[in-house]
């Protein structure tokens, strides 16, 4: 692993923007699933020593969930070293992140044999995780309506004049083309970002009562209660330690981030603020997206108006079992969602000016996982403890270890107290200083503790309290 990269974020831009003059709209289009595979497939082909692409699982009519990995050791997890991941498609018919992401993996390959040290320095420090697709089924259907549609666009990606009922079908946004198209859901018309379990219900009842704050159970038999897509991604956490991640969506601009459900029932069409116990962070990590991004931290755009161009995901609209939440209540995994254009799915014409408004944030946001501190949890004979929990003194959400020993906090600059701990040994605390450069490392040796003292914390129920339905507002998100 290399040192951090110290450029001003202003001369870094510079760079990547010069690249961008080089960028040709031939380039881009529009992938269905076979031209996503082919794609990446061809990335992995052209960077063999930094790429590998696995399955997480399958569609529901069977189309693999494919992720590549770009790191200097793929498939291997170097200690200290942090899991990311990006995640597209989730909604079928919001295609622009399938794309950028299919052109971040390109350009991450391409810029790295070009020797670019920004782009090598992040390949050697980080594990990068990127699915361009969570649902390919829902894609074939909003692509296929589409096509049908192409001949709206001029070559220069403006509207032609069309009778409102063909404007409508094909999915142009205004007041009074404000639906959605076909192919939001899975095939089966699910809702993948209404589908993860509900575990903000849990999480609000464990605040009043000084319950669990992290790593929340799963209700029994829910792997019967998802999707096939959902369940691969809750899979997928499960089997990386993921630090950070994004989520990209369509239909607004802006930065979105947790929590999505709000602690209090909407009065009067109002909806409220409902802050995580990292709300500094996550504020901190939508501002660093939204000010790299070319326009989206002027606030307006698509019609509204978002201060910064960011937004706490309940004070915009209340939303259940959705991705975002449950990434941070189940896993060690800090996750917004990113909405980044108006049109949900724009012609290939403007995907050019898409990836050059979003290449320098989708960088600049992977990087944000380098923050905070990290280290190693040992015990007296320097063999590692995995699943010990990270406490950090006035912020009531824990992290743990992962199976190798090694943990990753994510925290803003300043002097926190943190703990580690594990059942059958001794707490540690520590003092730390934390800058606003690379993560600092802090690493724990713990003691065994005195037979007497081995039981560990006690875990709360895994009883799900879910809370009483309402109607759901299906918003980009």
């Not at 201060?307 to 209540?329: C, H, P, R, V």
């Amino acid at each position: 692993m290399q040192q951090g990269w110290t450029l001003l974020p202003w001369l870094r831009a510079l760079l990547l923007g010069l690249m961008g003059l080089l960028v040709c709209s031939s380039d881009f289009q529009h992938h269905r699933y076979e031209d996503m595979v082919r794609a990446l497939f061809a990335v992995q082909s052209e960077c063999p020593y930094i790429t590998r692409i696995y399955s997480i699982g399958h569609s529901v009519e069977g189309r693999h969930l494919y992720v590549l990995e770009i790191s200097d050791n793929p498939g291997i997890h170097e200690a200290l070293e942090p899991e990311f991941k990006y995640v597209g498609n989730m909604h079928g018919n919001e295609v622009l992140g399938r794309e950028l992401l299919i052109k971040l993996s390109q350009f991450l390959c391409e810029e790295y044999r070009a020797g670019n040290q920004r782009i090598m320095r992040l390949i050697h420090d980080t594990r990068i995780h990127i699915l361009p697709s969570m649902n390919p089924d829902g894609y074939e259907v909003a692509a296929r309506q589409m096509l049908g549609c192409s001949r709206v666009w001029t070559e220069t990606g403006r509207q032609l004049h069309l009778p409102a009922s063909k404007m409508a079908k094909c999915g142009f946004r205004g007041p009074e083309f404000n639906g959605y198209l076909v192919g939001r859901g899975n095939s089966r018309d699910i809702d993948l970002n209404r589908n993860f379990p509900d575990l903000n219900a849990l999480m609000y009842y464990y605040e009043k009562t000084n319950g669990r704050n992290h790593h929340l159970p799963l209700p029994d038999n829910w792997e019967q209660q998802v999707e096939p897509e959902t369940l691969a991604v809750i899979k997928w956490m499960q089997n990386y330690n993921f630090v950070l991640s994004a989520n990209l969506h369509g239909g607004a601009v802006v930065a979105n981030y947790p929590f999505d459900k709000s602690r209090d029932p909407r009065i009067r069409g109002r909806t409220t603020y409902a802050a995580t116990p990292d709300d500094k962070v996550f504020r901190k990590l939508a501002r660093t997206y939204s000010y790299a991004h070319s326009w989206m931290h002027k606030g307006w755009n698509c019609g509204d108006f978002f201060d910064e161009g960011i937004t706490n995901g309940a004070s915009w609209y209340s939303l259940s079992k959705g991705m975002q939440d449950f990434n941070y209540l189940y896993s060690n995994c800090f996750e917004i969602t990113l909405e980044l254009s108006c049109d949900k799915f724009p012609p290939a014409s403007a995907l050019p000016r898409e990836w050059l408004g979003n290449r320098e944030a989708l960088v600049s946001y992977l990087e944000q996982v380098h923050h905070g501190i990290k280290g190693m949890v040992y015990d007296e004979n320097n063999n590692p403890v995995g699943n010990a929990e990270i406490s950090v003194a006035g912020v009531n959400h824990d992290v743990t270890s992962g199976v190798d020993g090694d943990y990753f906090r994510l925290l803003l600059p300043g002097t926190y107290t943190v703990t580690a701990s594990a059942p059958g040994y001794v707490a540690s605390t520590s003092t730390v200083t934390v800058g606003p450069a690379e993560a600092i490392q802090l690493h724990f040796y713990l003691k065994t503790a005195p037979k007497q003292n081995l039981k560990g914390k006690p875990h709360n129920g895994k009883k799900n309290l879910s809370s009483p339905k309402s109607p759901l507002k299906l918003g980009p998100r």
